[in-house]
């Protein structure tokens, strides 16, 4: 999963003013795409990029990285001319580390087209197939987002015409939708995108637009009136600030991915009609009641404080020792400045950056049996050295509760083909919760008005909304391999 956002300031109509007449008093586009990417940041650390238009210009700047090294605090991006753009953040699920994969990605035929993608492709051989063989199309790294994008531009191209208008556009995106299956914009909505609008306050009269993964983005920016983008729906923003929604295929569910809600997204946004923060509160209370059927009296009674692991497990974790009748203590000390070390590439790079994330307060550990409370288990890394943090301060017992189910699928994930008391012993804790399924689910969608009428739950089950062929995960295991024999030199400007 990434972050994705999109801003047509309607600050000028055409024709746009030369580079000129852009001073620092002019609100660019790259200034809102830029600081809202550090708003939703925890979405993706891995690479960020920027892409605007200026008349018939596109210009770029993107590169691994965190967005404030890869944009220089803004510097990079502060005089980037154009009031129409999108940005990108990059958590990679597919691909390589390449500086190359890092987005928006670019192609100039036909017209010059930019696109940031926030999901996965399962059939992307195919598509390299069709791209080599019959578009005649060159596909330059192993992102399945500039396949994405290779499709869309060959439907435009197919259609013939010196310049497209919207329902041209909207026709492109219905071949891209024939030819590419997986988790993107899709008819399941199963990665998170909305828009919201505001006042122009440049251009009296009009108004501007902004898209993003995740409502909080917009709300900082003033922007209101914010609905989510439904499942095989799009959304045409114009010059001049009006906008076209199109249903382009008809929706086949409405199943967000429930990652988001326990893991990816900010307790402070609303997502297809969710409230984040909510449905955390709610899983502390079914992780209550999940531990008062799992474990005795006697085990409960022992416990002597609540420790979330911080921040997503923060709320969950502060309505259980509520439910608990137990002391609440933020005792591990995070620093802000260190990736999310799920996202991290490689098992040892993990491991070591947890240290320098998390501190423990030793008082609120020494003697005590503590309950530790975590979004969710995966490879296990990270949880392990948790633990041994605690033990290391003194801790005379561990339980480890995840808000989430056991996390089985795709591939070397902790809990494949393992009991739960195998995996509290890899982990070395002396007793391990997770979190119910249905449990999961309900907790999300009690309370909100929304439209959701399930969830894309397949890393917990195996079942998942689209059809996943067997060559995909063989595929993704085959690249890792690859990236561990040559991994890519990140700060080289071959890769940039």
Same mark, same amino acid.
Request: proline content about 5%.
């Given at each position: ?78 005089? #980037? ?7 990108? #953040? ?127 983005? #917009? ?278």
């Amino acid at each position: 999963m990434c972050g994705v956002a999109a801003s047509p300031i309607t600050t000028y109509t055409d024709p746009f003013p030369p580079l000129s007449h852009i001073t620092e008093s002019t609100p660019p586009t790259t200034i809102c795409l830029s600081t809202r990417a550090l708003t939703i940041l925890q979405r993706g650390q891995d690479a960020a990029g920027i892409a605007v238009c200026q008349g018939s210009r596109i210009y770029q700047c993107k590169g691994n990285g965190m967005a404030a090294s890869v944009f220089e605090g803004g510097a990079k991006v502060a005089m #980037l001319p154009g009031f129409q753009g999108i940005a990108h #953040l990059r958590y990679p699920t597919a691909g390589t580390s390449s500086a190359l994969e890092a987005q928006p990605f670019y192609v100039n035929s036909p017209f010059g087209l930019a696109m940031s993608v926030n999901g996965n492709l399962v059939n992307s051989e195919e598509l390299i197939e069709f791209l080599d063989l019959q578009a005649r199309r060159h596909v330059n790294t192993d992102s399945d987002s500039e396949l994405l994008l290779n499709v869309f531009a060959y439907a435009l191209n197919e259609l013939g015409k010196t310049r497209a208008d919207v329902q041209d556009v909207f026709t492109a995106l219905r071949e891209v939708y024939s030819r590419c299956q997986g988790a993107f914009a899709d008819e399941y909505g199963i990665r998170p995108l909305c828009i919201g609008s505001r006042p122009s306050d440049t251009l009296e009269g009009a108004t501007d637009y902004f898209m993003a993964s995740e409502s909080v983005a #917009l709300k900082q920016l003033g922007f209101s009136n914010i609905v989510d983008i439904l499942p095989g729906q799009a959304v045409f923003c114009k010059k001049g600030g009006t906008i076209e929604f199109c249903q382009i295929v008809e929706p086949k569910a409405y199943a967000p991915d429930i990652f988001e809600f326990f893991y990816f997204a900010r307790p402070d946004t609303f997502m297809d009609g969710i409230s984040v923060h909510r449905s955390r509160e709610n899983m502390g209370r079914k992780l209550a009641q999940k531990m008062k059927r799992t474990l005795s009296e006697k085990e409960i009674r022992e416990i002597d404080v609540i420790i979330p692991v911080p921040e997503t497990s923060n709320t969950a974790a502060a309505v259980l020792a509520q439910e608990l009748g137990k002391p609440f203590s933020n005792a591990f000390v995070k620093c802000r400045y260190i990736h999310r070390t799920f996202i991290i590439a490689g098992q040892k790079s993990r491991q070591s950056a947890v240290r320098r994330k998390l501190s423990p307060i030793t008082s609120e550990f020494h003697g005590k049996v503590v309950c530790i409370v975590d979004d969710s288990l995966v490879r296990g890394t990270t949880s392990r050295e948790i633990v041994h943090m605690a033990k290391e301060s003194g801790a005379t017992r561990v339980l480890f509760v995840s808000c989430s189910p056991e996390v089985t699928h795709p591939h070397v994930l902790i809990a494949r083909g393992k009991t739960t008391q195998e995996v509290a012993n890899l982990i070395h804790a002396d007793e391990l919760v997770y979190g119910d399924l249905e449990d999961l689910k309900e907790a999300c969608l009690a309370g909100d008005n929304t439209k959701v009428t399930s969830f894309e739950v397949g890393v917990f089950s195996g079942k998942y909304q689209t059809a996943i062929p067997k060559r995909y995960f063989e595929g993704i295991r085959a690249l890792e391999k690859t990236e561990k024999a040559t991994p890519h030199s990140r700060g080289s400007a071959e890769y940039r």
